[in-house]
């Protein structure tokens, strides 16, 4: 079964507005990350957060980690037509090094 | 520094025959993966090898067998092919910061 769930399935948003990007989980995580996918591409890792970490930001991203809910978040800020692409979270389990990834969210940004 | 070299990149086979995907990184990394992605369904992991010389199942390992030949390399193969594999296939490995660093796919189609 998945561990991660990403919401929205999809989102589309005008160039310059900001893309909000959720992630919900079911067990103990040791961290989260985030990827990105280019159409057709390989996933490209974005940020890591880990578990007793609540927030880190890289660049116009911005996670959030809140391990009471299990859930964390993906801002991207400004964001750009480059922008568009498949974000997916993952979670590291204590178990090993085992990653376990959510179906992503499709984003589009319009120019 | 190619980083995971995936070949080959596109295969069609027909049903039962057989196949390896292969895989191979130049970064020194200890520990490698298998995926697969299906639409809508995220990444899935079918065997990981931690280290030289061991393997483990993933969520998905039925129909599939690996080998971790050297550090460097960490193959998948299809012994009889079925139509339900057909997928896009990742491999990946991970260094000590804990990202996963990805190829580039190799995109399978079972008839």
């Known amino acids: 079964s998945q561990q991660g769930e990403e919401d929205p399935q999809a989102l589309s948003i005008q160039e310059g507005e900001n893309a909000t990007m959720n992630c919900s989980y079911k067990?103990?995580?040791?961290?989260l990350q985030w990827y990105r996918q280019n159409s057709g591409r390989g996933l490209v890792h974005l940020i890591l957060?880990?578990?007793?970490?609540r927030e880190k930001h890289s660049g116009r991203l911005r996670v959030t980690l809140d391990t009471s809910k299990k859930s964390s978040s993906l801002l991207i800020t400004a964001s750009r037509a480059a922008d568009t692409a498949s974000y997916f979270c993952?979670?590291?389990?204590?178990?090993?090094?085992?990653?376990?990834f959510g179906p992503g969210t499709r984003l589009s940004v319009l120019p | 520094n190619a980083g995971v070299t995936q070949t080959p990149k596109f295969q069609v086979l027909k049903t039962g025959q057989s196949m390896t995907l292969q895989c191979a990184q130049d970064?020194?990394?200890?520990?490698m993966y298998w995926y697969r992605q299906d639409p809508g369904m995220g990444l899935r992991l079918i065997y990981y090898?931690?280290?030289?010389?061991?393997?483990d199942k993933g969520e998905v390992p039925n129909g599939y067998n690996v080998s971790r030949l050297n550090k460097r390399e960490f193959s998948l193969r299809l012994e009889s092919a079925a139509p339900s594999q057909t997928s896009v296939y990742f491999c990946?490995?991970?260094?000590?910061?804990?990202?996963?660093?990805f190829g580039e796919g190799s995109r399978l189609t079972v008839l």
């Open positions: 990946a490995s991970l260094p000590n910061t804990g990202e996963l660093f």
């Open positions: 957060i880990r578990s007793n970490e």
């Open positions: 090898s931690a280290s030289e010389g061991t393997t």
């Open positions: 970064m020194n990394h200890n520990s």
């Open positions: 993952a979670t590291e389990t204590p178990y090993g090094q085992n990653f376990v």
């Open positions: 067990t103990s995580i040791n961290n």
